[in-house]
């Protein structure tokens, strides 16, 4: 007799119950908790409940892991509003819907340690990716800036810590169906110690001098969606700031940086149309004597598209090199079907403007040093990092306004996310936030120097320049399509294993 059908052994109400309480477990690993053992605990409940299922049921019960993860997650959303929390998270769920379909079959395969971890990795890259750019937020890596296996991510990326910690699960739900207790829970020490002693950072090359930065976190006049609602004074607090920093400088208080960083935004005027803010911004940079990397908005020769851009301020050149951001974000900063959607959401008409998506990747030379520049939610893209690095990049800066999501665990989350972009990439990170939060992370992902939410101020710092490469970066997406053709076998062997025992069953029929 086969083995029965676990849908005979648990109610459907039962599975959807655990498989709810299993995203929100899993929602738990990530900040602002971050308790990150519970990415585990919360990938294996839901796996069990998909494991040799239907795969109608595995649907089923992927879609409502997703949904109660995402509300969990991204409850910051609804400083936007309810609707689009619940929007945002319900269009997150059906890819797990999707990825449940598809456990459900390939869990009933020898090798699913390969396939369905595969599966889950392809899942996240293609919702990072499509439809209108994606939206990455919520890999399972995400969870693990505080664990031994983040150093993975220099290794083989962020795929490759979601593989193995959906593979460790996996482990676990066999050797639970099986009763092999001990030789899983030997496999699964073997590979977490192996990850524990991998050097921090792993790179391939020669190390760099260093630079002297400076974070510049000016302060916003308000939080949630009216922090920028008195124009000028975003720009005026940065001002003010830099100033002040300029004359610790000539005080001998502070070392003189190479170059300042201000956050984005952080001239909420478009110094290229209005000459009053420019000279305020070359008033502060004349101060300090270095290149500052202003963030501002800027306009374009459409009166319907803006630009968010990363400008290099030069105190004897002025405005130079600029980075243009590469990944707006939908409903934030564009608005995709705005004719069709603006009539029936009305808080769309505080998006006025389309964001234009930028074409070059943010590698700037500031005072003589090569900068890797992201934006904001840019840090969940990894194609921004990989860009930048192959670019010669140096050290990253990540220019971030967070104000709309002060307090909310938003900024908490990019934050946990920049300390994996420094493993990743094996650079320091500079983040400078309009609100927080702001400052320096080393290459091995340890934070050296912060500004806290709310906090007003600057900080320097003397950060490390490197040349070396991560083995992660020069994979790329490497890690991403070996999972993709590991899924792809995982279909075919499930399709062909089908059509066999289909034959067989025929043939005993009719014998």
């Known amino acids: ?21 299993s995203g929100v477990v899993t929602a738990v690993a990530f900040a602002p908790i971050g308790w990150w053992p519970l990415a585990f605990v919360g990938v294996l409940g839901v796996l069990a409940v998909q494991w040799r299922a239907r795969s109608r049921r595995g649907a089923l019960t992927g879609f409502v892991y997703g949904l109660t993860f995402f509300l969990v997650l991204l409850a910051w959303m609804t400083v936007i509003g309810m609707d689009a929390w619940i929007l945002l998270s319900a269009y997150c769920a059906l890819w797990n819907a999707a990825l449940g379909a598809l456990v459900a079959p390939l869990s009933r395969l020898r090798g699913s340690v390969l396939w369905v971890p595969s599966a889950w990795v392809v899942m996240e890259a293609l919702r990072g990716r499509i439809p209108i750019g994606g939206f990455p937020w919520g ?6 800036g505080n664990s031994p296996v983040g150093a993975l ?13 959906v593979a460790l699960a996996v482990l676990t739900v066999e050797g639970i169906r ?3 207790f001990l030789p899983v829970a030997l496999v699964s020490a073997a590979i977490i110690v192996a990850i524990i002693v991998i050097p921090r950072p792993l790179t391939v090359g020669g190390e760099g001098s260093t630079a ?11 939080t949630g969606m009216d922090a920028m609602s008195e124009d ?12 002040a920093l300029a004359a610790a400088v000539d005080a001998g208080t502070e070392p003189q940086p190479d170059f300042v960083v201000w956050p984005e935004n952080g001239s909420d005027i478009d110094p290229f149309r209005d000459p009053s803010a420019a000279a305020l911004i070359d008033d502060a940079v004349q101060a300090i004597g270095a290149p500052v990397l202003v963030g501002a908005v800027l306009s374009t020769e459409d009166p319907t598209k803006v630009e968010n851009a990363g400008i290099v301020w030069d105190p004897e050149s002025g405005p130079g090199e600029r980075y243009v951001k590469m990944h707006p974000v939908p409903f934030g900063e564009f608005l995709p079907f705005r004719d069709q959607l603006t009539p029936l959401i009305g808080r769309f008409d505080r998006v006025p403007r389309d964001f234009v998506r930028g074409t070059e990747p943010g590698v700037l030379t500031i005072g003589g040093v090569v900068v890797g520049d992201a934006i904001c939610f840019e840090v969940a893209y990894d194609d921004v990092f990989t860009s930048v690095i192959a670019g010669g990049a140096e050290v990253i800066t990540v220019q971030t306004n967070n104000a709309t999501y002060q307090g909310t665990g938003q900024p908490v989350q990019q934050w946990d996310i920049e300390r994996l972009r420094a493993l990743n990439t094996g650079r320091a990170v500079v983040v400078a ?3 927080g939060i702001s400052g320096f992370i080393a290459p091995d992902g340890t934070v050296q120097r912060q500004l806290g939410e709310g906090e007003t101020g600057y900080l320097v710092s003397e950060v490390p320049l490197s040349t070396s490469r991560t083995p992660a970066s020069m994979l790329g997406i490497v890690p991403e399509i070996a999972a993709g053709a590991g899924l792809l076998i995982g279909v075919a062997l499930g ?17």
Request: aromatic share 2%; charged share 20%.
């Open 1 to 21: 007799m086969g083995e029965p059908d676990s849908r005979t052994r648990l109610g459907v109400l039962a599975a959807v119950a655990i498989a709810a309480v």
């Open 433 to 435: 936030s309009t609100s």
């Open 139 to 144: 890999e399972i890596a995400f969870s693990q």
């Open 178 to 180: 099986r009763r092999r």
């Open 153 to 165: 991510t220099g290794i083989a990326g962020m795929a490759g810590v979601t593989l193995l910690v």
């Open 212 to 222: 002297t930065v400076a974070v510049v976190q000016g302060g916003t006049p308000g």
């Open 495 to 511: 399709v062909y294993v089908r059509r066999r025992r289909t034959a067989l069953e025929r043939s005993s029929a009719g014998a």
């Open 232 to 243: 000028r004074v975003v720009l005026r607090n940065h001002v003010e700031q830099t100033l």
